[in-house]
């Protein structure tokens, strides 16, 4: 297994030689092995020692022919960004597809010309060439692998390629584990495409996509692109957000766009819809508190509700302490789900500056407060650090709220 860097390394040595090779590039689904490739090529073009390029994906064909044929006409020069023939080559492509060949005569010689015939005279002109086949797991069911790995093998050893493999070996189906040993030289995994997700999102907030890479351990580069186009919306709505408020709400989008994704991650129980009622502003104080309010109960007579509400919030925890849908967590759940957001909500909530740089800090500061109190594991200072949260939230929290504080106060100091 490798990341970005280490790859690459190992790509330059293998394609600055001569030497033709049969690679294998995997890794999980999504990880960005095609945008890992593409990026590469790009980047060391001077490194090539072959002159000759193509790429394939074998996703849409369904004969060898076919796909030695793709090969053949998606040949071209290896500094050429891309193939300029390829308009002239589709033109013809269409043109086999709708003349009868076999129909044409000359000189009383019937001239049996088929697309096969074409491919073979086509695809013997391939040699010397650095090919990139891709999405091999998506094989056609009428495509033989067999043949596919034949076909790899031969432009390895006969015509002096150098072939780079991309597929999803997990996916990949039985007689392709059987034939990799045999095909491939090398088998290459990337596990780490942190360094792409940085090349794509936001470099003035790549922390925060770093923190959540690590730690909740999602790696699909389609997901950070629809969260990257996600945030760019509220940016390019409203420039003027400080830095800390363009955090607070891409955390906001990172964690509800994964869980309305791929809320498989939590478990096979954990459903969207769940998610947004137990954690939204007015039903999530009943969950939190759960533990506090049944601390002498049975671990028994846990609700299946409370069970998963715990397992989200132990699962986003450490990328995000007190989790809770309000305010701009609102927004962006309404943006998600219905593919808008009101804008004068979003005005609305800079005018009475609740996402200012001083109040998202107070904010963060009683979310890790309350997160002690409400898990009985109290800090050093808490009365302390509960008094000047208080204070600093005057005039923004509902009374209710103020007389939660002023009531735990003298219970923090007994306990604390």
Same mark, same amino acid.
């Given at each position: 297994?490798?990341?970005?860097?280490?790859?690459?390394?190992?790509?330059?040595?293998?394609?600055?030689?001569?030497?033709?090779?049969?690679?294998?590039?995997?890794?999980?689904?999504?990880?960005?092995?095609?945008?890992?490739?593409?990026?590469?090529?790009?980047?060391?073009?001077?490194?090539?020692?072959?002159?000759?390029?193509?790429?394939?994906?074998?996703?849409?064909?369904?004969?060898?022919?076919?796909?030695?044929?793709?090969?053949?006409?998606?040949?071209?020069?290896?500094?050429?960004?891309?193939?300029?023939?390829?308009?002239?080559?589709?033109?013809?492509?269409?043109?086999?597809?709708?003349?009868?060949?076999?129909?044409?005569?000359?000189?009383?010689?019937?001239?049996?010309?088929?697309?096969?015939?074409?491919?073979?005279?086509?695809?013997?002109?391939?040699?010397?060439?650095?090919?990139?086949?891709?999405?091999?797991?998506?094989?056609?069911?009428? *495509?033989? %692998?067999? #043949?596919?790995?034949?076909? !790899? /093998? $031969?432009?390895?050893?006969? @015509?002096?390629?150098? =072939?780079?493999?991309?597929?999803?070996?997990?996916?990949?189906?039985?007689?392709?584990?059987?034939?990799?040993?045999?095909?491939?030289?090398?088998? *290459?995994? %990337?596990? #780490?495409?942190?360094?792409? !997700? /940085? $090349?794509?999102?936001?470099? @003035?907030?790549?922390? =925060?996509?770093?923190?959540?890479?690590?730690?909740?351990?999602?790696?699909?580069?389609?997901?950070?692109?629809?969260?990257?186009?996600?945030?760019? *919306?509220f940016d390019k709505a409203?420039?003027?957000?400080?830095?800390?408020?363009?955090?607070?709400?891409?955390?906001?989008?990172?964690?509800?766009?994964?869980?309305?994704?791929?809320?498989?991650?939590?478990?096979?129980?954990?459903?969207?819809?769940?998610?947004?009622?137990?954690?939204?502003?007015?039903?999530?104080?009943?969950?939190?508190?759960?533990?506090?309010?049944?601390?002498?109960?049975?671990?028994?007579?846990?609700?299946?509700?409370?069970?998963?509400?715990?397992?989200?919030?132990?699962?986003?925890?450490?990328?995000?302490?007190?989790?809770?849908?309000?305010?701009?967590?609102?927004?962006?759940?309404?943006?998600?789900?219905?593919?808008?957001?009101?804008?004068?909500?979003?005005?609305?909530?800079?005018?009475?500056?609740?996402?200012?740089?001083?109040?998202?800090?107070?904010?963060?500061?009683?979310?890790?407060?309350?997160?002690?109190?409400?898990?009985?594991?109290?800090?050093?200072n808490f009365a302390e650090?509960?008094?000047?949260?208080?204070?600093?939230?005057?005039?923004?929290?509902?009374?209710?709220?103020?007389?939660?504080?002023?009531?735990?106060?003298?219970?923090?100091?007994?306990?604390?």
């Open positions: 297994m490798a990341n970005v860097e280490n790859l690459e390394k190992r790509l330059v040595d293998l394609i600055r030689e001569e030497s033709s090779f049969a690679i294998a590039l995997t890794g999980e689904w999504g990880v960005g092995k095609t945008y890992f490739w593409k990026y590469f090529k790009q980047r060391n073009l001077n490194q090539f020692r072959l002159q000759k390029y193509a790429y394939v994906s074998l996703f849409g064909i369904d004969s060898l022919d076919s796909l030695k044929y793709e090969i053949a006409v998606k040949t071209h020069a290896i500094n050429q960004l891309e193939d300029r023939m390829q308009g002239a080559k589709s033109l013809f492509n269409k043109a086999l597809d709708t003349i009868d060949l076999s129909s044409i005569q000359g000189k009383g010689l019937s001239l049996n010309i088929g697309k096969s015939l074409i491919t073979s005279a086509l695809s013997s002109l391939v040699s010397s060439t650095v090919i990139c086949i891709d999405d091999i797991e998506r094989i056609s069911d009428s *495509l033989s %692998l067999k #043949d596919v790995m034949g076909l !790899i /093998n $031969d432009l390895k050893l006969e @015509k002096k390629c150098q =072939v780079v493999v991309i597929l999803h070996d997990a996916k990949a189906n039985d007689q392709f584990q059987e034939y990799k040993e045999k095909v491939f030289d090398e088998l *290459l995994v %990337l596990d #780490d495409s942190l360094s792409i !997700i /940085n $090349d794509i999102v936001d470099s @003035k907030l790549f922390t =925060v996509y770093k923190q959540f890479y690590e730690i909740i351990g999602i790696k699909n580069l389609r997901f950070y692109q629809r969260v990257d186009k996600s945030f760019k *919306l409203y420039p003027s957000l400080s830095h800390l408020s363009k955090e607070q709400i891409l955390r906001f989008i990172l964690i509800i766009r994964m869980i309305y994704e791929i809320p498989s991650r939590l478990g096979n129980d954990i459903d969207f819809k769940f998610f947004v009622d137990s954690f939204n502003s007015k039903n999530i104080k009943n969950f939190r508190g759960y533990k506090k309010q049944n601390a002498y109960k049975e671990q028994n007579e846990i609700s299946d509700d409370i069970v998963k509400f715990n397992k989200i919030n132990d699962y986003i925890h450490p990328f995000y302490n007190y989790f809770e849908i309000s305010d701009w967590g609102e927004v962006i759940v309404s943006w998600i789900t219905e593919l808008d957001f009101d804008k004068e909500v979003t005005k609305d909530l800079i005018a009475k500056d609740k996402i200012t740089e001083e109040v998202l800090l107070i904010d963060r500061l009683a979310s890790e407060v309350l997160n002690e109190f409400h898990n009985i594991d109290l800090k050093p650090r509960l008094y000047y949260v208080a204070c600093a939230k005057i005039g923004r929290a509902q009374l209710t709220n103020l007389s939660f504080y002023c009531d735990i106060r003298p219970l923090a100091k007994v306990i604390g």
